[in-house]
């Protein structure tokens, strides 16, 4: 059974940096672009990251400059590096897997999603 579990989430102050990172079983990391979404209470859940297969990425202009998504699919794992966290960051991060070689931005391409971790930014 595919799982993709994210980690590292948690509570900070504005300015900080927290790393995500999105841990993958059952599932051969590297045949698949791997996106990050976020979702704040209230609103849809929005694309923040995309890797595609050979790492490049691409990023929502809201974060583009304080997030960096990087892959290992040597460790099966996805990372996202949030560096000077906003409190309109808060919101609960997802990883996805889609079965493209560019990460979409639309929610219904990925096929698998974790559970979700809380980021929570005070100001």
């Known amino acids: 059974q595919v799982q993709l579990v994210e980690s590292g989430g948690g509570l900070v102050q504005a300015g900080a940096s927290l790393r995500l990172s999105c841990a993958a079983s059952?599932?051969?990391?590297?045949?698949?672009?791997m996106g990050w979404f976020r979702q704040a209470p209230g609103k849809e859940r929005e694309f923040v990251a995309g890797?595609?297969?050979?790492?490049?990425?691409n990023y929502a202009d809201s974060v583009k400059g304080r997030f960096t998504i990087s892959r290992d699919n040597a460790k099966n794992t996805v990372y996202l590096q949030m560096n000077s966290l906003q409190s309109e960051d808060t919101a609960v991060y997802y990883c996805?897997?889609?079965?493209?070689?560019?990460?979409?931005?639309?929610?219904?391409?990925?096929?698998?999603w974790g559970q979700g971790t809380q980021v929570t930014v005070s100001s």
């Open positions: 996805a897997a889609a079965r493209t070689n560019v990460a979409p931005i639309n929610t219904r391409a990925y096929a698998y």
């Open positions: 059952e599932l051969t990391l590297s045949i698949y672009a």
């Open positions: 890797i595609s297969w050979f790492g490049i990425g």
